[in-house]
């Protein structure tokens, strides 16, 4: 563990009034749960930018394990941020490290287990946080993660709050891996996906939870389009006069 003075870090909320929550659309919610499908498609029907703020804990947890980098050791990780770059991109949130696109490294079940190990570092969170809030002030954004409506955006325009059955969620999580190529069975996603949640609900900096005004769906009976049109639904509804 670190030995920081213990004052409130911008990770933890202070000093997030003066961004521009009002641009953000949150949407958060564990391992599985559909959020960055709803996320690029949410993104594409408003014509914002959608950013993944996970890739962002996964190129560090990859550049970590690349360097041999301690992951316990918070100051050294949290030194690698300067040596990633983050492009927001129509597509989704590509990154480089040390100029190299590793986008297509981050997918892999191992970069999830080293990105949540990293993610309870509160140094590390607290450059990434400032990073993530960077990405919204060149215009409108939908960004998912586990604390976005919670921390990162506290005054973001919109929250939801994405979740599903933990058995569904390793179905569609073993789907995923298998659609990229990575071998993987329902009980290993199953197993991974309970550890990584566990861990990231109970850590002391920003656990995963619902903001206290996010809308929760409970998307294990719907398909993406049906959480999609629930989103711009409660969208348009509240952008009428
Ligand atoms: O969304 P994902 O599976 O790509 O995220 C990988 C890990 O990164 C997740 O298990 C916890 C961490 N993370 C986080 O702590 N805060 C975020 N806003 C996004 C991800």
Not at 221 to 230: D, H, N, S
């Amino acid at each position: 563990m670190h030995s920081r003075p213990r004052r409130p870090s911008r990770a933890q909320g202070a000093g997030a009034k003066s961004i521009a929550g009002q641009n953000v659309i949150a949407i958060d919610g564990p391992a599985g749960a559909g959020k960055s499908t709803a996320a690029r498609r949410l993104a594409a029907a408003l014509g914002f930018t959608y950013v993944d703020s996970g890739a962002m804990y996964r190129a560090v947890g990859l550049a970590a394990r690349r360097l041999g980098i301690d992951p316990d050791d918070a100051a050294a990780v949290a030194d690698l941020v300067a040596q990633v770059t983050f492009v927001a991109d129509p597509k989704g949130t590509r990154v480089l490290l040390d100029g190299t696109d590793v986008t297509a490294d981050l997918r892999a079940t191992d970069a999830g287990v080293w990105a949540s190990r990293i993610a309870t570092h509160a140094l590390v969170r607290e450059r990434l946080v400032e990073r993530q809030r960077a990405l919204a002030a060149d215009g409108a954004i939908v960004m998912d993660g586990r604390d976005i409506g919670t921390v990162v955006f506290p005054d973001a325009r919109y929250k939801f709050f994405l979740t599903a059955h933990a058995e569904e969620r390793a179905r569609r999580r073993q789907a995923q891996d298998a659609g990229s190529g990575i071998a993987s069975d329902v009980t290993t996603a199953r197993r991974e996906i309970d550890a990584r949640d566990r861990r990231d609900r109970e850590r002391a900096i920003a656990p995963l939870r619902p903001a206290a005004d996010a809308i929760v769906i409970d998307n294990s009976a719907l398909t993406p389009e049906m959480v999609v049109a629930r989103m711009l639904e409660t969208v348009r509804a509240r952008a009428r006069p």
